[in-house]
């Protein structure tokens, strides 16, 4: 839920695969949104592409920021400079015109922080994470995207679980109700005590200590916590 005369922030990126922006206000995220790329759009020069994002976010988002001050955040140092520049081809006049409309100011920054929105203009998530997405169509072919992150590391545990030699006898004996400390959760995976029993499946347990430790989505805790985390 947004908040009038509070400052909104956005962050945009562009890929050659698509645009993703993230609306902030206070530290909250008030909405996601992505677009895909048209054939024609494709072709547009890196320094258009970012202004497109920039552009999109403000069209897709109006009725949030128009009348209300904003900083939108881009990977791309160049278009800070935009309003000043002399030379502009005929579609960066024609966004120029539109940013005037909206008291907003682009800053950069840095790519590598930009982990949210860079997220959503890549195809891949994670080998472990789901994305679930709710569309909304509008008349001028834009769409509004609320996206959600999932982890699936369960899934692919439960999997590996029924080829597992070991875990998979405990499975049938835990249907049959004859082996003590084992059970199985709500989502049919065997556990011991409560806690998931891994498969021995060097591949998975690698992917899962990967997301852990480097995944954009989370902060490095420090080798302490982030074994306390792994162990629940």
């Known amino acids: 839920m947004s908040r009038a005369g509070k400052e909104f922030v956005v962050y945009c990126d562009a890929l050659y695969t698509g645009l993703g922006c993230v609306l902030m206000q206070e530290g909250k995220v008030v909405a996601y949104a992505s677009w895909q790329l048209r054939p024609h759009e494709v072709n547009y020069p890196t320094h258009d592409l970012e202004l497109a994002a920039v552009v999109f976010a403000l069209k897709i988002w109006r009725h949030y920021l ?7 955040y881009t990977d791309h140092k160049s278009l800070k400079y935009l309003l000043t520049q002399k030379e502009l081809n ?10 005037k409309d909206y008291d907003c100011s682009i800053e950069y920054h840095p790519g590598k922080a930009n982990v949210v929105a860079d997220a959503l203009s890549r195809k891949v ?6 994305m679930f997405a709710h569309l909304s169509l509008y008349d001028d072919g834009s769409v509004l995207v609320e996206l959600q992150v ?13 080829s597992d030699e070991s875990l998979s006898s405990k499975l049938q004996l835990v249907a049959g109700g004859e082996i003590e400390d084992f059970s199985g959760n709500s989502d049919g995976v065997l556990c ?3 806690k998931i029993c891994m498969p021995k499946d060097s591949e998975l347990r690698q992917k899962i200590l990967q997301e852990a430790n480097s995944s954009p989505y989370v902060m490095h805790p420090g080798g302490s916590k982030m074994y306390r985390d792994l162990r629940e």
């Open 66 to 72: 128009y009348g209300e001050k904003s900083i939108i």
């Open 90 to 99: 005929l579609r960066q006049r024609r966004w120029v015109e539109l940013l």
């Open 125 to 130: 998530i994670s080998d472990l994470r789901a």
């Open 150 to 162: 999932k982890p699936s590391w369960v899934s692919h545990i439960k999997e590996k679980q029924f």
């Open 192 to 194: 011991f005590r409560g």
